[in-house]
């Protein structure tokens, strides 16, 4: 059975430094998604990045950027040069194909503060 | 892209009162749509989900029930509430060629 392990429950830097939160998957297929959302204190998720299990190519978008790697399972999330407004709850998220469609499993989540 | 409408944003009901949240989506047709509720300060855990009209599935046994009545309208219910429904409950859907789940503003739940 799938499951997204986030070993880290709660994080706190000071602004300006670097974060990485860690994200540990298991699936028996081959063919998965791995994602990111982002939950404000409003509460909605917010879509981060999406990753499908044939591209390890790591990604950066500004000062997010994320790690994937298969022969670990992991799927790394690092933050640079944290600011007060990414301060948020961030989960970890995989996804395989199903006979409906899409099951999508969610890990437990990471408290992320950034302290001014 | 798509879009998930809740409603409403807040809500406090006492305990054995009926419930209704209803959640639409706009942006995409036939869309896979989920209910999850998360605790305070807990992860997210699927209520059911919906992959046509009529047709339900559900994760966990509980006091909780699900419609779906249009290919874009997905409703949660119940009859009684309980203390222990007490939460976040967010709607997503998912489909329209993209993989990810995009989600709703969610509701809070307050059962006195």
């Known amino acids: 059975a799938q499951k997204v392990t986030q070993a880290q429950t709660e994080i706190s830097v000071v602004e300006k430094e670097d974060v990485t939160l860690d994200c540990v998957y298991e699936?028996?297929?081959?063919?998965?998604?791995l994602f990111w959302y982002k939950q404000p204190p409003s509460g909605e998720l917010v879509f981060l990045i999406r990753?499908?299990?044939?591209?390890?190519q790591n990604e950066i978008s500004g000062r997010y950027s994320w790690n994937f790697q298969k022969s670990t399972s992991s799927f790394n999330f690092t933050i640079t040069a944290s600011q007060v407004v990414d301060s948020a709850v961030y989960f970890c998220?995989?996804?395989?194909?199903?006979?409906?469609?899409?099951?999508?499993?969610f890990g437990p989540g990471t408290r992320l503060s950034v302290l001014p | 892209s798509q879009t998930i409408h809740q409603w409403p944003a807040t809500l406090v009901q006492p305990v054995g009162s009926p419930l209704s949240l209803e959640c639409t989506v706009e942006?995409?047709?036939?869309?896979?749509l989920y209910w999850y509720r998360q605790a305070a300060g807990r992860g997210l855990q699927l209520l059911f989900y919906?992959?046509?009209?009529?047709?339900i599935s559900s994760e966990v046994p509980q006091n909780l029930s699900a419609s779906r009545p249009q290919d874009r309208q997905f409703i949660l219910s119940s009859k009684k509430l309980l203390l222990s429904d007490s939460g976040f409950y967010l709607c997503?859907?998912?489909?329209?060629?993209?993989?990810?789940?995009?989600f709703g503003p969610g509701t809070r739940l307050t059962v006195l």
């Open positions: 998220a995989l996804s395989e194909i199903a006979s409906y469609g899409q099951n999508f499993v």
């Open positions: 699936t028996r297929d081959t063919t998965y998604y």
């Open positions: 990753r499908n299990s044939f591209d390890e």
């Open positions: 942006g995409t047709s036939n869309p896979n």
């Open positions: 919906s992959v046509g009209i009529g047709q």
């Open positions: 997503a859907g998912q489909g329209g060629g993209s993989n990810e789940q995009f």
